[in-house]
């Protein structure tokens, strides 16, 4: 039995329902429901289904009390007293809609309040408000309601980012930059790749930065991690061939990690077209196979044609391990094309007798100072032994170290917590003696006052303990200062090895004669000339293109590194001056043409040459003694002040013309500027145009590391990668993760 229809208000003929109907089709939405009820088909329902879906209550008010629908919508606020019938309930309308529009009442035939219409509180649009008409016509006004979208808009704050030159730019969530961010998170801050798809990170993001945030799987981060790498890799072969950089020096290592895998690195470094020093990990190859010399040239050779740089190798710098040695010598032939010849076939007896590869092979400074000081580790080691038992006793209770602080804060001292040195590592001796040094008087009283007596009464750490342990510590600075200042990366290490030469062969001879050090001085002494008594020529040339030396303060370095060593330097120097014309012609044959018109170089004597003066004024005071050696040394070594470089040139080489650039450096005065502040890269590239082709052999013999540390470095980084949460990382994702946070 259908249910008679619901009542409509009195106020609306049939006529104007039926006009209503009909014009549906030709005018607009709000139009036709302006001062109109609803029109849906389902408001007409049976008894059945009004029970159903609002309680038998429904029944009752059928014949002649509008149904409240709003009930059912969700209606707006307040009670309107819409019913005539005073014995019906009134439900308040809590609709979210009549924030957006004002109720419109007349008064009932019983005089009550009864709602007939609403009105738009943006538009003034009039539309029927009976609840017998529902809310669904309200809502498709206001969600298209022009005026009202316009002060929406305006009421919203907007979010601005600014552009690279400072200009502002309104900001748009992008999701692919939002995972392209991510990846780089994840390579700088070392947590699992997965960590982008964990509900703590979406919910962080959500709340405090971004509603509009997307987690993505690990499956996908992986693949833009890929993809991140690939991009990059192209932009940095594409760099390297570029003709702005000349050259690439490279350094390798192999590392063992804690995933029981090892690792090969290849760190490239060269100089941008700004003239500054930069380092690329190239690659981190597994060697899951023998560390021989054969398998590390393999993958060295495979990491360099990837980058295409095969050709363009000046020098490669590795440790002492034979296997290197091994290794180079199967790589000379592929990496010896950069100055355009082929290597000729190598003599055991001068392996740098070719011009093309005399610097392809360099050993790592560093390790070789490790080797030196290693010769006296063990005779020093009873010299401190007391204070590695003093700082054993000290980290052996919670307690001890809790009452050792609260010491050190009622005495006004800092507290300080103290490691133990390593054995394999005499660095670690020299910061755990630089970390007691400060704390000296609390930390003896301390151990005075907890440490127990030996049966004889004596005290662990006397003042003669002190004095030692003293002497051994500025015995190793010098070894450690070097260490840090050859290990650089971002500046030229090459011009600093024959200073440092020099410092440790006096170091050494000051030390010959001490009570507590002087069983070591000599096995000490003969692991350096074991290295270093013929000097690389690397070093040599990378001193003589520094502007504040020349041939004049290689003259004065050879003086001292004679009298402190005895050995006779007069044939090396006329070597050295030869060889740098030979490798000057070298550079004159493949960049010649670069050449631009040249500027005439300028005067630089005048007044402060007096304190270069002082500076190549012969020793007087020099250590050593004096011998006939010394005599000869002395009138060789001062050629370059008595004769010109031209002449020493051309009695260097038959091909003299050729070196007008090097005869135009070497016989300007040298530069006065001493301190550190004085930037030998920027001083090249002012003077690019003086010397063109110069300033690029300079380049290229400054870019050379002397020292492994970018490779070390590289592993230092590999090793927080491969923590342990993430040892089952494949070893394509962690050479991508390395190359992608270096």
Partial sequence: ???????????????????????????????????????????????????????????????????????????????????????????PSTSDVWNDFKKLFKIGPKGKKIRHGAVCIHCHKEYSGRSSGGTRHLRRHRAKCAKRLEKTRNY???????????????????????????????A???????????????????????????????????????????ERKVKLVERLASDSVNCVCLTSDIWSGNAKED?????????????????????????????????????????????????????????????????????????????????????????????????????????????????????LKPLIEVFRTAISFLNSSNQRIAAYKNYCIAAGFRPRKFQLDMDVRWNSTYLMLKTLFPHKDPFTTFIHANYPRVEDGELLLTEEHWTVAEKVFKFLE?????????????????????????????????????????DVIQPMVDKYNKYWRDIPLLYSFAFILDPRAKMK???????????????DYSAYQVGT??????????????????????TVPQNLSGKKRSAWDEIYDDDSNSSGGGTSSTSMLHSTLNLSRDTSATA??????????????????????????????????????????????????????LTVPVSTISSESTFSMTGRIIEERRRRLKPETVEMLTCIKD
């Avoid at 919910?203 to 930065?209: C, G």
């Avoid at 590194?561 to 005895?566: E, K």
């Fill in 577 to 598: 001056r030869a060889r740098l014309t030979d490798v000057y012609n070298k550079y004159e044959e493949k960049f010649g043409a670069v050449r631009l018109r040249r």
């Fill in 263 to 379: 690792y090969l690195s290849v760190v490239a470094h060269y100089i941008n077209p700004d003239w500054q020093l930069e380092k690329r990990v190239l690659g981190l190859v597994l060697i899951d196979c023998s560390h021989n010399g054969q398998n590390i040239a393999d993958r060295v050779a495979s990491v360099l044609g990837e980058y295409g740089v095969l050709e363009k190798v000046f020098a490669v710098t590795l440790d002492n391990a034979s296997s290197n040695v091994s290794a180079m010598r199967m790589l000379r032939p592929i990496l010896s094309k950069y100055l355009g010849l082929e290597v000729p076939a190598e003599d055991p007896r001068h392996p740098e007798s070719a011009v093309t590869t005399m610097f392809l092979h360099q050993r790592c400074a560093c390790h070789i100072i490790n080797l030196i000081v290693k010769e006296a580790l063990d005779f």
């Fill in 188 to 230: 700088r801050v070392d947590v699992p790749i997965s960590f982008g798809e964990s509900n703590a990170f979406e919910e962080y993001i959500k709340n405090a930065h971004n509603p509009k945030f997307v987690a993505v799987s690990r499956q996908t981060t992986t693949r833009d991690l890929t993809k991140m790498f690939d």
């Fill in 478 to 518: 010098l070894f450690y200062d070097a260490t840090v200042a050859l290990s650089g990366v971002y500046y030229p290490t090459s011009p600093l090895m024959l200073h440092y030469l020099v410092k440790i062969a006096i170091h050494l001879n000051n030390y010959a004669n001490d009570i507590h050090l002087r």
């Fill in 648 to 701: 020493l040139l051309h009695a260097a080489t038959s091909t003299g013309s050729n070196a007008s650039e090097l005869v135009n450096y070497l016989d300007c005065d040298t530069v006065s500027q001493l301190d550190d502040s004085f930037d030998i890269l920027r001083w090249w590239h002012e003077h690019k145009l003086t010397y063109p082709v110069l300033s690029i052999m300079a380049k290229d013999v």
């Fill in 156 to 186: 919203t704050q907007s979010q601005i980012s600014f552009n690279p030159d400072g200009s502002m730019r309104n900001w748009e969530y992008c999701p692919m930059r939002a995972r392209t961010e991510l990846c780089r998170l994840l």
């Fill in 1 to 91: 039995m259908r249910m008679p229809a619901v009542a409509r208000p009195p106020a609306v003929s049939e006529d104007t329902v039926e006009a209503s109907a009909t014009a549906m089709e030709d005018e607009d939405e709000d139009e036709r429901l302006r001062s109109l009820p609803g029109d849906d088909e389902d408001d007409d329902m049976g008894e059945d289904d009004l029970e159903e879906l609002f309680g038998r209550g429904a029944r009752a008010g059928v014949e002649g009390d509008p149904i409240d629908l709003d009930v059912a919508e969700g209606g707006g606020g307040e009670e309107d007293g819409e019913n005539d019938d005073d014995d019906k309930v009134s439900h």
């Fill in 553 to 567: 303060g290689f003259s004065k370095v050879l003086r001292k590194l004679m009298n402190l060593t005895s050995t």
